[in-house]
């Protein structure tokens, strides 16, 4: 896949492996960074131009306003849950020292299984399946080893402890243990933690699911379920979209 040209057209991928233009490492001096991650909506899936993609808008916007000069570096990954969001986040978005780090909720983040993973799994026997379930992999030093270098290692075991149910699942990334019975709950520590560490400003945006009239909107519940999971981290700000 080709990177992006003057044009921005397409869904070319960096080197970095998000959709967005090339990364330079090093901050220049007098230049905000903004590091938005979320899934596909993030990403832009089925948005041809980049620059209308909502993590570009939002550099354009603010830029032309004159409250630049700022970089919003776009890394949103089709199918990923808030935990694996916070984990790209760590093990990504933190080398280019953000200023503002922005989570973009989807509605079906607190599910295990909002990813194409699940297709995949659906094609195993049933016997395979339960194995899978069964197996007491998920705490061994080289799965935490793998998952705290690799954001494909944080896809598959996110997805596969999805098999398990709704029950409390941990994993350890260095000295902290993270646990949870979803990946909100799972990456919210995180979350905070990474922010008293590395003194950012943090928002979770709550995207709305726009599938029905404003008056019938029927996901306030998941709203109000966010603010309650995010209600011990004062540092990670809510804003609700709807």
Avoid at 78 to 88: A, H, I, K, S
Avoid at 107 to 115: G, H, K, L, Q, V
Avoid at 226 to 239: C, E, F, L
Wanted: hydrophobic share 40%; charged share 20%.
């Amino acid at each position: 896949m080709e990177a992006y040209g003057p044009s921005l057209e397409g869904f070319a991928i960096n080197s970095a492996g998000f959709r967005d233009r090339e990364f330079e490492i090093t901050k220049p001096p007098g230049l905000q960074r903004f590091v938005v991650l979320g899934d596909s909506i993030t990403a832009g899936n089925g948005v041809d131009d980049l620059s209308a993609v909502y993590a570009k808008r939002l550099e354009s916007l603010i830029n032309d306003e004159g409250s630049g000069p700022v970089e919003v570096f776009n890394l949103g990954v089709g199918g990923y849950n808030t935990l694996q969001q916070v984990e790209t986040l760590r093990v990504k978005g933190l080398q280019y020292d953000p200023d503002v780090v922005i989570i973009g909720f989807c509605i079906n983040d607190f599910s295990w299984e909002a990813s194409p993973f699940v297709a995949l799994m659906d094609q195993l026997e049933p016997e395979q399946r339960k194995l899978l379930g069964e197996m007491q992999w998920q705490n061994r030093p080289w799965v935490n080893a793998m998952m705290s270098r690799s954001r494909l290692a944080m896809f598959t075991f996110a997805n596969l402890q999805g098999m398990r149910g709704e029950q409390e699942r941990s994993y350890n990334v260095d000295d902290f243990s993270i646990k949870g019975t979803d990946p909100v709950s799972m990456a919210m520590p995180l979350l905070s933690d990474l922010q008293t560490e590395h003194g950012f400003d943090c928002f979770l945006f709550i995207i709305p699911a726009f599938d029905d009239e404003f008056d019938r909107y029927g996901h306030g519940h998941i709203h109000q379920r966010v603010r309650d999971v995010a209600a011990p981290y004062p540092n990670v700000h809510i804003v609700d979209l709807f």
